[in-house]
């Protein structure tokens, strides 16, 4: 996922730990120390503004998970100020830090809160657990009471009605992004955005947020649509079999035949394979064979 916003590339560095050579690894203890200081700053600091309206690190206590399916929990953290909600902007996600297993250098990665953000009292993330994930593994133990330092980190700057219509391209856990945006979306009585989601999964039980997505559509009809595509899917699934190709988003409408979509913006979340046949290089990816222009394009 390229750089789109300032803590990228140190997440970058930090994402690829086993390799990390003897400067970066410095650098990043040095980070860590840094960040550790920080945040005692940060939460002595006595402010009436919501927590995460600004950049600094809080340690928030988690009040529940909860598994939603065979490798997703949904896991809910209380605010300090019950009546506030978190002060994230349309889209934002929050740097995690850990360190797991007592290790010495920090372990950090983003996740997108999934509830209302402006919801009071709480944030809720949906972590998707990978085999010996460093983040998703400590997150999956955490347990009701345990506790867990954020930042804050500014991702696309959401601004109502600038494109008629939003193309939202997710695989996997790229979904969370796109249900932040979708839901702020349709829930401002301003914004007339047009929203079509393509989400692909490895199969059906890889799909979570299901119902949520079922209800947007319900909700909004005409204004939300959700195509789901699934490479290996069960016998007796409704859902296109296959991964994201030029026709499965020429069949949902995302075609751009006689100028048709010109004024889309397209989001793509998503594994580097998905992100990879999507972009490509020069002009190379299924979006550029569609006719999509790179500034068209903003990947999370
Ligand atoms: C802006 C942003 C928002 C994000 N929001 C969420 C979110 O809401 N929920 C969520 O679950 N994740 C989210 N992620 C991904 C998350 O930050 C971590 O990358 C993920 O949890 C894996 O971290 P880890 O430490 O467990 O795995 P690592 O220790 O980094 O990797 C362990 C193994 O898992 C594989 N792996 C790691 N990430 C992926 C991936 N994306 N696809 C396929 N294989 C992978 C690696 O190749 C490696 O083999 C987001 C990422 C970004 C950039």
């Known amino acids: 996922m390229p750089s789109g916003t300032q803590f990228r590339p140190f997440l970058r560095a930090t994402h690829g730990a086993s390799v990390m050579s003897a400067p970066v690894a410095?650098?990043?203890?040095?980070?860590?120390?840094?960040?550790?200081?920080?945040?005692?700053?940060?939460?002595?600091?006595?402010?009436?503004?919501?927590?995460?309206?600004?950049?600094?690190?809080?340690?928030?206590?988690l009040h529940s998970a909860e598994l939603v399916n065979h490798n997703v929990k949904k896991l809910r953290f209380e605010l300090?100020?019950?009546?506030?909600?978190?002060?994230?902007?349309?889209?934002?996600?929050?740097?995690?830090?850990?360190?797991?297993?007592?290790?010495?250098?920090?372990?950090?990665?983003?996740?997108?809160?999934?509830?209302?953000?402006?919801?009071?009292?709480?944030?809720?993330?949906?972590?998707?657990?990978?085999?010996?994930?460093?983040?998703?593994?400590?997150?999956?133990?955490?347990?009701?009471?345990?506790?867990?330092?954020?930042?804050?980190?500014?991702?696309?700057?959401?601004t109502p009605n600038k494109h008629p219509h939003v193309a939202l391209i997710a695989g996997g856990a790229g979904i969370t992004p796109m249900y932040q945006l979708a839901r702020g979306i349709l829930q401002n009585p301003d914004d007339r955005t047009r929203i079509t989601l393509v989400w692909g999964n490895n199969t059906d039980e890889d799909i979570f947020l299901k119902d949520e997505l079922a209800t947007l559509e319900r909700s909004y009809p005409g204004r939300f649509k959700a195509v789901h595509v699934v490479s290996n899917p069960a016998a007796g699934s409704l859902h296109l079999k296959g991964y994201i190709t030029r026709q499965v988003l020429e069949n949902a409408g995302l075609g751009t035949e006689g100028g048709k979509n010109r004024d889309v913006k397209v989001l793509v979340c998503g594994p580097p394979a998905m992100e990879k046949a999507l972009k490509g290089g020069r002009g190379t990816g299924v979006l550029a064979e569609l006719g999509y222009k790179p500034e068209q394009i903003y990947t999370f």
Request: net charge positive; hydrophobic share 35%; proline share 10%.
């Open 26 to 61: 410095i650098a990043a203890a040095v980070a860590g120390i840094g960040a550790c200081t920080w945040y005692l700053r940060s939460n002595g600091a006595n402010s009436d503004k919501p927590i995460f309206s600004s950049f600094g690190f809080h340690t928030l206590r």
């Open 80 to 158: 300090p100020d019950a009546s506030k909600p978190s002060g994230l902007s349309l889209t934002s996600a929050l740097l995690t830090i850990s360190f797991p297993n007592g290790r010495w250098l920090p372990v950090l990665r983003p996740y997108t809160p999934t509830n209302d953000l402006n919801e009071p009292g709480y944030i809720e993330l949906m972590v998707k657990l990978y085999p010996n994930g460093k983040q998703s593994t400590h997150l999956h133990s955490l347990k009701p009471g345990d506790t867990l330092t954020f930042a804050p980190i500014k991702e696309l700057a959401w």
